[in-house]
């Protein structure tokens, strides 16, 4: 079975940058995988950041942005602000209907 | 923008059938532009998708769940449903109700609050 792989967590200065990534333990993972990341803080619903690789959903600050990084997918996040300190998911479609969420990575800002 | 909002007891025995209602602000049921999605999450867990469904009726659940769990949808009354037969402590959690675009469905456009469901006798 193939599982999407994050890093559980990660940290920033406040105003630096960080590449959030997400892979496959099977396989290279592409644009046809239609990745798509999400931000969660505690007790409030995911929020949707990016789809379709690069598409940033709307009203999401440019400071955001995703791409493929080798054969992976990863989210950036420029100019990290005290609020950008959440969990991060991927969903990544596998085929058949089939998706699948990442673990999430926990972002801190310090 | 739509609203929408998750409904449904908060408290499952095990075994039973968990039974949550997603209630749309907007007709954009009786249009084919979206898919219907339900998304879980145990308590300090990752999100888990469950499945979607579609104004035509197609179907898809996620193999892990797919001989437990029912999607369906009634656009008059702009609703859609899950069910989960058969919950165990493993079902515990909150339950997301979400829209996606048809073309491009990991377009989340808008989530529902979520509903935590506790399985327990």
């Known amino acids: 079975q193939t599982v999407v792989t994050q890093e559980p967590s990660f940290s920033v200065s406040p105003g630096g940058t960080v590449t959030l990534t997400c892979g496959l333990t099977?396989?290279?993972?592409?644009?046809?995988?239609?990745p798509s990341w999400f931000q969660q803080t505690p007790g409030q619903p995911p929020r949707s950041l990016i789809h379709?690789?690069?598409m940033r959903c709307t009203g999401v600050p440019d400071r955001f942005s995703g791409s493929i990084l080798g054969n992976k997918a990863a989210l950036t996040i420029a100019g990290a602000q005290a609020d950008d300190e959440s969990d991060y998911y991927c969903?990544?479609?596998?085929?058949?209907?089939?998706?699948?969420f990442g673990g999430g990575t926990k972002l801190t800002v310090l | 923008q739509v609203q929408m909002q998750e409904s449904g007891p908060g408290l499952v025995r095990p075994l039973e059938t968990l039974s949550l209602t997603c209630i749309v602000s907007d007709g954009s049921m009786s249009v084919p532009d979206y898919y219907w999605t339900w998304i879980r999450q145990s308590p300090g867990k990752g999100l888990e998708y469950i499945g979607k469904?579609?104004?035509?009726?197609?179907?898809y659940y996620s193999p892990s769940l797919k001989s437990r769990v029912s999607i369906s949808m009634d656009r008059s009354r702009r609703q859609f449903y899950l069910t989960v037969s058969s919950v165990t402590a493993a079902d515990t959690g909150f339950y997301y109700c979400?829209?996606?675009?048809?073309?491009?469905?990991?377009?989340?456009?808008?989530w529902g609050q979520g509903i935590l469901v506790t399985v327990s006798s």
């Open positions: 469904i579609h104004s035509s009726g197609s179907r």
């Open positions: 099977s396989g290279s993972l592409s644009r046809g995988n239609y």
């Open positions: 979400a829209r996606s675009d048809y073309k491009l469905d990991n377009w989340f456009h808008s």
């Open positions: 379709t690789t690069d």
């Open positions: 969903l990544i479609y596998l085929g058949m209907g089939v998706a699948v």
